[in-house]
Structure formats: structure tokens, C-alpha cells
């Protein structure tokens, strides 16, 4: 069981899978993108005349968005197929590749990766990865799942458990639009991550539902005060 569902969490063609019903839409409407977006915005200086990858950058809806607050250049990793056709010409790079397999020739001032990571085996070859990726001075923006958060039981969801070790579990969760499942590691899991290849933990900022999600999406509004996601900012 464990490995079947580690195998889906870690496919990088995942999103290509018939049961999984991805949301296309692009800008802001959702209001979980718009929850990451404003935690992001929060550090838009550092976009400032930077060329920035967004590593998994699904249907490309963050890439505008960053152009748009300042970035020089923005450019994306992405292994699925159907993400990467839902982007289309979307007027940025997109690789369409993973992590793992993207080229190491180019450096970058900043990497973001929205909730990316939960689908990524090993940490360490792709931390060294990142680390490789931007350039002095840079910084590394990851969204990761909150621990607790992901943990609980969903009304009208079935969700599958298998713990991995004391801080890293699998989940599946299967809703209405589709199944998903992924890897949640506690935060500090990245946090030693980072210090191994030498990048320096500036901040991991626990991101508690704001107004706007709760308003947009009541049923956060059960978790205020507490943590849905992380926002760890790095630095190399
Ligand atoms: C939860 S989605 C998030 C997509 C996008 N960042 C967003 O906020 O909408 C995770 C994304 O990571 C991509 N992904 C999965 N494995 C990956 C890997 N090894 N390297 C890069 N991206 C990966 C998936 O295809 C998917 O688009």
C-alpha cells in the first residue's frame, strides 16, 4: 500500500493521470492561489529585476503574475504533458521536464516552487539541485504543506494515510474532481534540508487562512490561526 502510493505521490506524470481533474484556470480565481499569491507578494521586492524558475509550475498561472511585479525573466519546470498544453504559448519558457532531468547550465537570481515538493523523492539530490541553480545571493521560495493540516480527515473526501517515518507521511485524498497524493514533511525536514547544501534558512512563515480565504472559501475558516502551508524563504 505504502508503495503505491509513494509511486503516485513521486510520479511527475501524475497530473497526467485520467482521475485527476487539475484546475485550469489562469490569474487569481481560485481562492487558494490567491492565498500563495499574497503570501508571496509579501517578498515582491525580491523580484525586482531578478530572473526567476518556477520549479513545477503546473498551467503557468503564477508566471504573469511575477512578470508582471517586477521579474526580468521568468521561466518554469514542469513534467506534465497536460500541464504544459494548458499552458500553451503562454509567453514564458516552460521545461517540460522535472527537476531532476533540467538542465544545470542556467542560474537563476530566485526559484519558487508552489507546492511542488510534496511530489519529489529525494530531497537531498534536489535541494543540491537548487542549491547549483541560483546564483550567490539568491534566494529559494518554497510553499510546502503545513504537517497537522494535511493530516485530518475531509468531509466527502476519502483520504488515505501511511506514515513514512515520524516526520514524513503520504497521503491521498480522492474529492469530487480527482485524486491526489503526495508527501507532507514537517517544515523543519526542509529546514536541515537547505543547511546540508549550504543554503541559509531566512524564515519559514506559517501561512494561517487570511480574510480573503476564509470570505472565498469558508470552510477554511475552521483552521484561522493555524497553519495551512509554510512559506520557507532560503538563501544562498
Ligand atoms: C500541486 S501542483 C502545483 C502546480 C503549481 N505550482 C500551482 O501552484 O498551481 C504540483 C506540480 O508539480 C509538478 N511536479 C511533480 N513532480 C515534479 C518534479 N519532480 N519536478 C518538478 N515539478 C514536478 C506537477 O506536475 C504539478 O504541476
Not at 501524475?14 to 481560485?30: A, K, P, R, V
Not at 530572473?51 to 498551467?59: F, M, R, Y
Not at 541559509?200 to 477554511?220: A, C, F, Q
Amino acid at each position: 500500500m505504502v508503495d503505491k502510493l509513494l509511486a503516485r505521490a513521486t510520479s511527475p506524470t501524475q497530473y497526467d493521470l485520467d482521475d485527476i481533474s487539475w484546475s485550469t484556470e489562469n490569474g487569481l480565481q481560485s481562492p487558494t492561489r490567491k492565498f500563495f499569491f499574497d503570501y508571496l507578494l509579501g517578498f515582491k521586492e525580491e523580484w525586482r529585476d531578478s530572473d526567476i524558475l518556477d520549479i513545477g509550475c503546473g498551467t503557468g498561472w503564477l508566471m504573469h503574475l511575477l512578470k508582471e511585479n517586477g521579474a526580468k525573466s521568468v521561466e518554469g519546470i514542469e513534467p506534465s504533458h497536460k500541464n504544459v498544453a494548458y499552458a500553451g504559448d503562454n509567453g514564458f519558457e516552460i521545461y517540460h521536464c522535472d527537476l531532476d532531468s533540467f538542465s544545470e547550465d542556467k542560474r537563476y537570481d530566485l526559484l519558487i516552487s508552489v507546492m511542488t515538493f510534496g511530489h519529489i523523492n529525494n530531497i537531498d539530490s534536489s535541494f543540491e539541485k537548487m542549491a547549483r541553480l541560483v546564483r550567490d545571493g539568491g534566494g529559494v521560495q518554497l510553499i510546502v504543506p503545513a504537517y497537522d493540516y494535511f493530516k485530518r480527515e475531509r468531509d466527502g473526501c476519502k483520504v488515505e494515510f501511511e506514515e513514512l517515518n515520524p516526520e514524513e507521511y503520504v497521503v491521498q485524498v480522492t474529492r469530487e474532481q480527482g485524486t491526489i497524493a503526495e508527501i507532507v514533511r514537517k517544515v523543519e525536514f526542509y529546514e536541515r534540508a537547505a543547511e546540508r547544501v549550504g543554503l541559509t534558512v531566512e524564515d519559514s512563515i506559517p501561512m494561517v487562512p487570511t480574510d480573503s480565504l476564509m470570505r472565498d472559501s469558508p470552510r477554511h475558516a475552521t483552521f484561522k490561526g493555524q497553519p495551512i502551508t509554510y512559506l520557507v524563504r532560503l538563501r544562498k
